[in-house]
C-alpha cells in the first residue's frame, strides 16, 4: 500500500516549451501533495504544498506562474514547468500524505520515484 | 524555526561494519523524525519513523533510530551495512498536526567498501 507514481520518469524538452509532470497516489486519497526539486547531491527542497481542490501553496523563492500546481483530485497532482528553460533541469518529486490517517497522524509522506527534467 | 543538520556529508564504511548517521534537529517540541534512503535517480524509501512512545525505533533493512531529547539527536544505526545499503540518507523533520511539511537535512552518502 502507499505508492506514489510519476509520470514521467525522465523528459527532455527543448526551451520554451512546457512541461507537465504528473504524480498519482495509486491505492489511497492524498489531501495533501508535495512538489520538491532536488539539485545533483543537494537535498529536497519544498516547492509547494498542494491541496486538493484549492490552490497551491509556494514556498518563498518559488515562481507560481512559472510552476503550475494542480490538485484536481485526490488521487492527482499535476506539476506543469512552464516556458522552461536550462537552469529549470532537476530531478522533481512529489509526495502525498494519506488523507484517510486523519490530521493527527505521523505526517509520513509517500514519495515518488521522481521526474528528471532536461532542457536543452 | 524548524531545522535538521547532518554534520556528515559522505561516509565511507566496509561491509560488515557498524553504522551511525547523526541527525540533529532544532524544533521547540516534541517532533515528528523520519529517516528517508534514496538510491541514485529515485525517489525516497522509508527506513523509519518516530513520533512518541520508546525512543529506540525499529526500521526496515535491519536499521534503528534512537530520540534523544536531550541532544536533540535522531541517530541512524545499522550493526552490519551490506553493499546495498550504499545510498543517501535523509533525516526530515515534521510538526504535529495541520499539513505540516518536512524539512530535510542536506543527506549523507554512504559508500561501503567490499
Known amino acids: 500500500g502507499a505508492v506514489v507514481s510519476q509520470h514521467p520518469s525522465r523528459v527532455i524538452c527543448k526551451s520554451g516549451t512546457s512541461v507537465k509532470i504528473e504524480c498519482r497516489s495509486l491505492?489511497?486519497?492524498?489531501?495533501?501533495m508535495f512538489w520538491y526539486r532536488q539539485f545533483p547531491k543537494q537535498s529536497l527542497m519544498l516547492m509547494a504544498t498542494?491541496?486538493?481542490?484549492?490552490?497551491?501553496?509556494?514556498e518563498q523563492g518559488v515562481e507560481k506562474d512559472k510552476f503550475l500546481i494542480n490538485h484536481a483530485s485526490l488521487t492527482l497532482s499535476t506539476l506543469t514547468v512552464t516556458s522552461a528553460h536550462p537552469e529549470d533541469s532537476s530531478f522533481y518529486i512529489c509526495?502525498?500524505?494519506?488523507?484517510?490517517?486523519?490530521?493527527?497522524?505521523?505526517?509520513?509522506?509517500?514519495f515518488g520515484p521522481g521526474t528528471r527534467l532536461t532542457v536543452l | 524555526a524548524q531545522s535538521v543538520t547532518q554534520p556528515d556529508i559522505h561516509i565511507t564504511v566496509s561491509e560488515g561494519a557498524s553504522l551511525e548517521l547523526r541527525c540533529n534537529y532544532s524544533?521547540?517540541?516534541?517532533?515528528?523524525l523520519f529517516w528517508y534512503v534514496q538510491s541514485p535517480g529515485q525517489g525516497l524509501q522509508l527506513l523509519l519513523k518516530?513520533?512518541?512512545?520508546?525512543?529506540l525505533v525499529q526500521g526496515i533493512k535491519g536499521f534503528e533510530a534512537e530520540f534523544k531529547r536531550s541532544q536533540s539527536s535522531f541517530n541512524l544505526r545499522k550493526p552490519s551495512v551490506h553493499w546495498s545499503d550504499a545510498a543517501e540518507y535523509f533525516c526530515?523533520?515534521?510538526?504535529?498536526?495541520?499539513?505540516?511539511?518536512?524539512?530535510f537535512g542536506a543527506g549523507t552518502r554512504l559508500a561501503v567498501h567490499p
Open positions: 524544533y521547540g517540541a516534541t517532533p515528528y
Open positions: 491505492d489511497f486519497q492524498a489531501t495533501t
Open positions: 498542494s491541496n486538493e481542490g484549492s490552490k497551491a501553496t509556494y
Open positions: 509526495s502525498a500524505r494519506d488523507g484517510g490517517r486523519g490530521l493527527s497522524a505521523y505526517n509520513e509522506q509517500f
Open positions: 518516530y513520533f512518541s512512545g520508546d525512543t
Open positions: 526530515a523533520v515534521g510538526a504535529p498536526g495541520g499539513y505540516n511539511k518536512l524539512i
